[in-house]
């Protein structure tokens, strides 16, 4: 502790780190714990003196030697606060559509806990975000990591329902965000691209199994550049760069791919794999797709992820064409059960 403030390092990017106070808004927001440090910016828990509810709060990460050199911190400190506030609007539209989102608290702007940490008298206002707090009682909700390594350890895989159940909840959270909204005077229109879909940024209640998508701060509007997302999920930067350099809702699409199959196999893809499936030899993508048909899921809930997974001019382009192909597979399972007579 430093002055009073408690320093965070982040846990997947080397040379990042944070500082916070004991409490938040005078006094309002009491700091109980870290809750991870593993994403674009950091989630403490607190405690809202106010209502007397638990809450979260977002901050973002300060490089090192930004820190260690304050007079650079006003540039960083200013791609922060806009990073955050893109985040923020993201959110906000998602969870005026639905319920696959936190629920907003409270948007603060208080004098850098970092700067004053490191000695910088007077510092510019830094952005935070208080969120709703999910989880069962005292614990944080797991996330769907969590939740697979588990299923994994008690060799447990999702069956068919519970797979479209998880597809279909991810679908509606992209919905919201991908509402097209006026974007100017002139009538035209935007979206949102979350950009980093993945088991880490979804948390999970239940049963019966609730998906809530968080991490909005690297979402960007249609046609803009990603800037934040992760290797291993999101769509590979070549050969088609122009995917993170004017993205669209394919790019999510692709991500939720890459989730919905480790969620499948309860392992991620191998990088072959998803190289297979992304390129354009028609004989190696046939052979990565029975590789997933093998894991037991059905004709079309085997091409959902697989298309998913192709070059954007093959995948699925919006999330209505995968919700409704996703109606089919349930179509197709009721019919099989009433043949059946079960």
């Not at 923020?88 to 319920?99: F, K």
């Not at 935070?128 to 895989?157: N, S, W, Y």
């Not at 291993?232 to 692709?254: I, K, V």
């Not at 899921?297 to 996703?326: K, M």
Request: aromatic share 8%; with cysteine; charged share 20%.
């Amino acid at each position: 502790m430093t002055g009073g403030f408690t320093r965070l390092d982040s846990d997947i990017h080397p040379g990042k780190c944070a500082y916070y106070p004991q409490a938040y808004s005078d006094g309002r927001f009491r700091v109980r714990g870290l809750i991870s440090g593993q994403g674009q910016g950091y989630v403490l828990r607190v405690d809202d003196m106010w209502g007397g509810n638990a809450a979260v709060l977002k901050g973002m990460w300060w490089n090192q030697q930004t820190l260690a050199e304050p007079a650079r911190a006003e540039t960083e400190l200013n791609e922060n606060v806009a990073e955050l506030y893109q985040g923020l609007r993201a959110a906000t539209q998602s969870t005026q559509l639905s319920q696959q989102a936190p629920a907003i608290v409270e948007v603060l702007l208080e004098p850098s806990p970092s700067l004053l940490a490191v000695g910088v008298a007077n510092p510019p206002d830094e952005l935070f975000i208080v969120q709703q707090f999910i989880g069962h009682g005292e614990i944080a909700a797991p996330t769907l990591a969590d939740h697979l390594r588990q299923r994994a350890a008690e060799k447990r895989p999702f069956t068919e329902a519970e797979l479209l159940d998880l597809a279909d909840q991810l679908c509606n959270a992209l919905a919201a965000l991908h509402a097209t909204r006026r974007q100017d005077r002139a009538n035209r229109t935007t979206y949102w691209i979350h950009a980093d879909v993945k088991p880490q940024n979804i948390l999970v209640l239940g049963p019966p199994w609730r998906y809530v998508l968080i991490d909005y701060e690297g979402a960007v509007e249609k046609g803009s550049i990603v800037r934040l997302t992760t290797e291993g999920y999101a769509p590979p930067e070549s050969p088609r760069p122009l995917e993170r350099e004017q993205a669209d809702q394919r790019f999510d699409l692709y991500m939720l791919g890459a989730t919905l199959a480790e969620a499948a196999g309860l392992r991620r893809l191998s990088p072959g794999t998803r190289s297979d499936l992304y390129g354009t030899d028609k004989n190696a993508h046939l052979e990565a797709k029975k590789q997933l048909s093998e894991l037991g899921y059905g004709p079309i809930l085997t091409s959902i992820v697989a298309t998913c997974l192709s070059s954007p001019d093959f995948r699925l382009a919006e999330v209505g064409a995968v919700q409704h192909e996703l109606s089919r597979v349930r179509q197709n399972s009721a019919l099989r059960r009433a043949l059946m007579g079960t």
